[in-house]
């Protein structure tokens, strides 16, 4: 044993972010611009730019720059303008732990050092459900992938993983990748959806199913999965109203690859492990107004928060985060903030800021329960009084929907509640 191990070197910084994705990078550049001098950012891996770096297809940036880029391209918009900023970078590196008292263990290639940062800006993005977390039976064979693990070995390995291929799920990664393994010669005989509706965006239906003629299932479930070295076949049945498959609709797909699309979950161990108080329905911490969680000095972006739509609306998140945590730093405001509550209604399946100051205007981000036409959206003080209304053309699940409230809504502490009308 070696008695004299080397003693773990301490480093101070204003603000740390942890994760380079699209959030971390926005969130960095925005507190060192709002005037703080140490701004840190920490990346597992060894580049910078997170889920972006898989996603060759475009569709990126079309809010935040007016022009339709690949992921790539997005990510490096943002990273080309960290030197400049002056935010120290530190990749291949993984946070491994965060207290309450804002202390971050880290370890760089193999070596571990304790960073006590003023604020902490957490944007570790978000994992993909496996098929333990949905509990499908029958064999184990190869050829059954998340769709994100599959287009990371397409796009960045250049390693094709099937010829005749099913998917699972439709949400915008499944839809891309029916694309891509068509593009790429696969034959890709159906989206299977359990639901009623695609979870996935509705220019991706088009863009991605519709255009490439693969057709989409609703209320249809995988039930088996057949095969011992490779996959040799699925078994599809339809569900009923309460999502149980009805064996007389049972019918066998062959295929050699099935690909999973069920889900995201936001990546929060380090969240947790802070004392951050969660949100059951996102997944993410409950933020307020400026994106501190309950921890004082700790605030969160991106799909560590809730899962979003697009990476423009995480950079624009992302942004304010930052903004707020050098604010934070810069003001040391200890006293407790008036934290009305913003609740979901009818209709809502979750709204964020979950608490709001009403000293501050501020963006009201929500997802509804169901597809509708022709609804409107309502916030309403705790007396029932109107505070703002929006009348939407189409509200749809997969669409994340973002309303600008003027401050002063909230203001008398009376929680303001949210619901399609
Ligand atoms: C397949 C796919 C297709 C998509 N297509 C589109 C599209 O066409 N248009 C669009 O606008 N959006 C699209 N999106 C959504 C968009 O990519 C995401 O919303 C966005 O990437 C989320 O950014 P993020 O920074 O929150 O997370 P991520 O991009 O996931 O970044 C999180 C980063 O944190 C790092 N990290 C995590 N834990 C630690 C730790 N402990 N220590 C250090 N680092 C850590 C990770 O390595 C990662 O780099 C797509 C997403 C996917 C998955």
Request: proline share 5%.
């Amino acid at each position: 044993m070696n008695s004299k191990a080397s003693p773990i070197e301490k480093i101070q910084r204003e603000v740390v972010v942890i994760g380079g994705g699209p959030a971390g990078l926005a969130a960095a550049i925005a507190a060192r611009e709002a005037g703080c001098k140490e701004v840190l950012l920490v990346e597992r891996d060894r580049i910078l730019g997170g889920i972006l770096n898989q996603c060759i297809h475009d569709g990126f940036g079309l809010h935040a720059f007016k022009e339709a880029l690949s992921g790539p391209e997005y990510a490096d918009r943002y990273i080309r303008r960290l030197p400049g900023a002056g935010v120290e970078v530190m990749d291949n590196t993984i946070v491994l732990s965060l207290s309450s008292d804002r202390v971050l263990e880290v370890s760089a290639r193999g070596a571990l050092r304790h960073v006590e940062a003023g604020a902490v800006i957490l944007a570790m993005g978000c994992r993909e459900r496996t098929r333990g977390a949905i509990s499908i039976p029958g064999h184990r064979p190869a050829g059954v992938y998340t769709a994100g693990a599959a287009q990371n070995l397409i796009n960045l390995e250049n390693i094709m993983v099937g010829r005749r291929a099913c998917i699972l799920g439709s949400g915008d990664i499944g839809l891309i990748m029916a694309r891509r393994l068509t593009l790429e010669g696969a034959r890709v005989e159906a989206v299977f959806e359990i639901l009623p509706y695609s979870s996935g965006l509705p220019r991706n239906i088009q863009q991605c199913l519709n255009d490439y003629n693969i057709p989409l299932f609703l209320n249809t479930t995988v039930t088996d999965i057949i095969g011992k070295g490779r996959l040799e076949a699925i078994r599809v049945a339809q569900v009923d109203g309460d999502r149980v498959p009805i064996p007389e609709t049972e019918r066998l797909v062959p295929c050699d690859t099935l690909l999973l699309s069920v889900g995201l979950i936001p990546e929060n161990e380090l969240t947790v492990q802070a004392g951050v108080a969660m949100d059951p329905v996102t997944g993410g911490a409950l933020v307020d107004d400026t994106f501190m969680t309950g921890v004082p000095g700790i605030f969160a972006c991106g799909n560590v928060l809730h899962v979003h739509d697009l990476a423009d609306w995480v950079s624009v998140e992302a942004e304010e985060a930052g903004r707020f945590a050098a604010a934070y730093v810069q003001e040391r405001r200890e006293e407790p903030r008036r934290r009305t509550p913003v609740r979901a209604g009818e209709g809502v399946r979750y709204v964020l800021p979950q608490t709001i100051s009403g000293e501050r205007d501020f963006i009201l981000s929500l997802r509804v329960t169901a597809p509708w036409r022709d609804r409107t959206v309502v916030i309403r003080d705790g007396g029932g009084r109107e505070i703002r209304r929006k009348k939407m053309m189409r509200l749809h699940p997969a669409e994340m929907i973002r309303i600008p409230v003027k401050k002063g809504a909230g203001a008398d502490g009376s929680p303001l509640e949210v619901s399609v009308e």
